[in-house]
């Protein structure tokens, strides 16, 4: 036919649902299955073929169908209570914050990355759902909380395996009209527009608002008309592109989202960075305040006193760090607008390392957030240790755990991941505010009343569908790769609800050793083809585009499942998000996790599957270090490292084995042995994941500690150093600068009166001779330091006059101390006493 043009008829919504469409924009549907499954209902075609999203479903369905549920008692009846749930929840006033954070200031929290859900395809992996969580949290405790990160219309990709099983990657444009996103109003009502130079060009962004329950997420997006060719594509793909790209996206993320909050005139006290990806906002907030007149050292401090720093990643490289003249591209005119220099503003990132067989100095993002937070954390109580240690150099003179990271162990968003049924049948036992206290480890014991026989039945239910699940993406995926109608029919017979399951999903970076299962096949062959009690496995996962030793692991795992002996009892599914990870989690009978430790930061996959009666089998390495106890689930390994990797595989493929065929195997098919309350081993062992898990573990719990560690400290920091034009910030700055430039004067001299041997409870004199060099004795901390194996000990030496320090010290129980003296600089109102930078060893 000829076109003459064209024409889009949109369904209109009939009054009686018509709040479907303001419920389609606000993710709150992304943790209520209940509301999900009034959109799908309107059409599950539709709801399948476009990724689970409400706003396609009501673009896309056809006006008679929505007459019908309009028409229907039974569809009116759910609409209606899903709607006043929302409204409850959107309007609940006594919130968590309400009640035990009222002096809470309003945060401004970046990451890079958010996964919410898969429909929106912004995320690669553990960092953006942790993000997303981490919102959805915020939301329910009812925190003034703002999110930033990037609209990216690419996303990270698609993955397709070919038929040889290798990565494929695919880039879909996204078409944004069919998001739950609208474009950032201004208070004029005006689109909001912010600008940014990167490089010589002035970059125009655009921010769109995506609500996540109370909360909003401010989006950028630079594929606007306005931009030429290559700026638009700063925004397509996320942790694509060279580092030239990624210098640019940080420029992005940080500037332009400090003038995105401002342009929406969104109220921020306290910011949280999340890796050093968010870092150069700190740039842009010295900005700020040196155009209100302040220098750039009390404009630093000022801005640093309200910021939070959370490192994510456990190893060197996986921390971005620059070449300065890549830096001088895209900072180059930032020390003047900071009224500073170009070597003080690069000494706050400075990272000098080994590149091509020389020293240079780097521009480490890292670096650089710690420079300009007053807070910092690692995310496990192990993940703070390795950080501590990995990052002592910047503190000369300090002890690795004397170094100011600290840690608060991720959680998971628990309603985010467990399955209605299982949500149904917890309420059983629950208070009717469970999931409003989902923190409370008291409340959770509740689920040992729970029977073998209502966990049975449920996590049979969701077995099923996970099954169902796997043989319908593998159909799909033979088919698209040309296979015979017979391996298309096979897919039928794969997987089998009465074997034990267990389901290995995350991304396919090398240290998570994706094919430590494989280090001896025939005795893995042995497990999985037990005819009376046998194992099988899902496997799904993404390697990074670049990483073709990952794309290896996925490939070796393809080629193990086609092989006779596994055909059909280990998979490997597609396209690993956060739909495949709700199935796995949800599915399976063991989550098993076996990364090389202490490489894990945390891992959050193991609490969603524990959420859902699936006990985790892993390393203890992250938050299972903390999490195992003895009952909830399996160890591999021990709690140590190892220098040769190869040994470390090994023992820890020989742990795994073990502990497969002598106990979890056993326990899964052991008789029902009940006892005196009708209970048996394996479900035992289902409640105590459940309880144990989801209270320690849940995003919630991780959101009050952050609240109460770091965001209510850095409100009142923050409001008292920038009082009265940054009084005090200008104050420590001085001071800072001052004993800086004293420092080399000073000196210092020491001595011990030590006998050859002691008694416990003995006290040995400490002697010492300082000079000052102006900085006054109560601005100098002069201390004996005392260590004896893990025991480390500081006692204050008291001034005698003319410089001279002495103290009685005592050597409290048995054993070989070692005794140090040294001498740092501290006044009232620093973060911590490495602050300043400063410590001068006798
Ligand atoms: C939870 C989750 C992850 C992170 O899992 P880890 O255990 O931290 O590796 C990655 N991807 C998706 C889609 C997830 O849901």
């Known amino acids: 036919m000829n076109v003459i043009g064209q024409v889009t008829v949109l369904p209109q919504l009939p009054e009686a649902i018509g709040r479907l469409s303001e419920l389609a924009y606000n993710l709150y549907w992304s943790w209520t299955p209940h509301a999900q499954a009034l959109y799908r209902d309107l059409d599950a075609e539709i709801w399948e073929r476009f990724q689970h999203n409400p706003v396609r479903v009501l673009l896309e369905v056809s006006q008679d169908r929505l007459e019908q549920a309009a028409a229907d008692p039974d569809y009116l009846g759910r609409y209606t209570q899903v709607m006043a749930d929302f409204d409850a929840y959107m309007g609940k006033k006594d919130t968590w914050a309400s009640k035990n954070a009222a002096a809470l200031g309003p945060v401004a929290y970046f990451s890079m990355e958010y996964g919410f859900h898969e429909s929106l395809p912004i995320y690669s992996g553990g960092l953006g759902v942790l993000a997303g969580d981490h919102c959805k949290s915020a939301s329910d405790l009812g925190l003034p909380f703002t999110a930033v990160g990037m609209l990216f219309h690419q996303g990270y990709f698609r993955q397709l395996f070919n038929k040889d099983g290798w990565q494929e990657e695919a880039y879909d444009e996204l078409d944004l009209t069919t998001l739950p996103i ?169 990272h000098d390392q080994f590149w091509d067989g020389h020293w240079v100095p780097t521009f480490s993002m890292t670096v650089f957030a710690l420079s300009m937070s007053r807070a910092a954390n690692g995310v ?65 014991k509740a689920v040992e009343a729970l029977s073998d026989a209502q966990l049975a039945d449920v996590q049979l239910d969701m077995k099923r569908e996970m099954i169902a699940f796997v043989r319908r993406r593998l159909r799909e995926q033979l088919t698209r790769n040309g296979a015979s109608a017979a391996d298309v029919a096979g897919t039928d017979g794969v997987l089998s609800e009465n074997a034990l399951t267990i389901g290995f999903a995350r991304r396919f970076a090398t240290y998570k050793r994706a094919t430590l299962l494989f280090r001896d096949k025939a005795r893995l062959s042995r497990i999985v083809n037990d005819p009376e009690r046998p194992v099988q496995f899902v496997f799904a996962g993404k390697a990074h585009p670049a990483d073709n030793p990952g794309k290896a692991f996925i490939q070796e795992i393809y080629r193990v499942s086609q092989e006779p002996e596994f055909r059909g009892k280990i998979v490997i599914l597609e396209n690993y998000d ?56 399996w160890p591999i390994g021990e709690e140590r490292e190892y220098a040769d990797l190869n040994t470390q595989d090994d023992a820890d493929a020989f742990s795994m084995y073990q502990t497969l065929e002598t106990q979890i195997v056993p326990l899964y098919y052991a008789p029902p042995q009940p006892d005196a309350e009708g209970r048996s081993g394996w479900r035992q062992v289902v409640r105590r994941a459940i309880q144990t898990v989801s209270p320690r573990f849940s995003m919630q719990r ?101 410089g001279h320090y002495s103290a009685q010290v005592p050597l409290e129980d048995s054993g070989l101390y070692s005794v140090g003296v040294r001498m740092l600089p501290e006044i009232e109102g620093l973060s911590n006493d490495l602050e300043a930078g400063l410590i001068k060893w006798a």
Do not use: C
Request: net charge negative; no cysteine.
């Open 702 to 802: 991780q959101v009050i500690d952050y609240v109460n560690q770091y965001y209510l400290p850095l409100t009142e920091r923050g409001a008292a150093l920038a009082r009265n034009g940054s009084q005090r910030a200008r104050e420590i700055a001085g001071w800072k600068s001052w004993v800086r430039q004293q420092w080399p004067h000073t000196s210092l001299q020491a001595s011990a009166h030590l006998p050859a041997t002691a008694r416990p409870g003995e006290r040995v004199e400490v002697q010492a001779t300082v000079n000052p060099a102006g900085i006054k004795p109560e601005e100098l901390r002069v201390e004996a330091v005392l260590k004896r194996g893990d025991h480390f000990t500081r006692v204050p030496l008291t001034p005698q006059g003319n």
């Open 182 to 350: 609208k474009p950032a109003l201004t208070a004029g009502g005006e689109e909001a527009r912010v600008s940014v130079q990167i490089g010589h060009r002035d970059v125009h962004v655009r921010v769109w608002d995506l609500r996540v329950g109370r909360i909003r997420v401010l989006l950028l997006d630079a594929n606007v008309p306005e931009n030429e060719g290559e700026d638009r594509k700063l925004t397509a793909r996320l942790y694509g592109g060279n580092q030239e790209l990624r210098v640019q996206q940080y420029v992005l993320l940080g500037v332009a989202g400090i003038r995105a909050l401002r342009a929406l005139n969104v109220p921020a006290q306290v910011y949280h960075m999340n890796e050093g990806h968010a870092a150069l906002l700190g740039l842009e907030r010295v900005r700020e305040l040196v155009e209100t007149g302040l220098d750039f050292r009390t404009a630093t401090e000022t801005v640093a006193s309200s910021t939070l720093f959370t490192t994510h990643t456990p190893v060197p490289a996986g921390n971005d760090a620059f070449g300065y003249d890549l830096m001088d591209r895209y900072l180059g005119r930032w020390p003047s607008l900071l009224h500073t220099s170009r070597e003080e503003l690069y000494a706050l990132a400075r």
């Open 380 to 444: 496990s109580e192990l993940h703070g240790e390795v950080s501590r240690d990995m990052w002592k150099f910047l503190y000369e003179g300090a002890e690795a755990r004397e170094v100011p990271i600290g840690h608060v162990t991720n959680g998971a968003h628990n309603l985010t991941f467990t399955s209605q049924p299982m949500r149904d049948l917890l309420g059983t036992v629950l208070p009717d505010d469970w999931t409003e206290r989902l923190e409370d480890e008291e409340m959770w």
């Open 578 to 633: 956060m739909n495949v990870a709700r199935h796995l989690v949800q599915g399976v009978d063991i989550w098993l996790n076996n990364p090389r430790r202490p490489l894990e930061a945390s891992g959050t996959s193991g609490m969603k599957a524990s959420f859902n009666g699936s006990p985790n089998f892993s390393i203890l390495d992250g938050w299972w270090r903390e999490g195992y106890d003895g009952t909830n689930g």
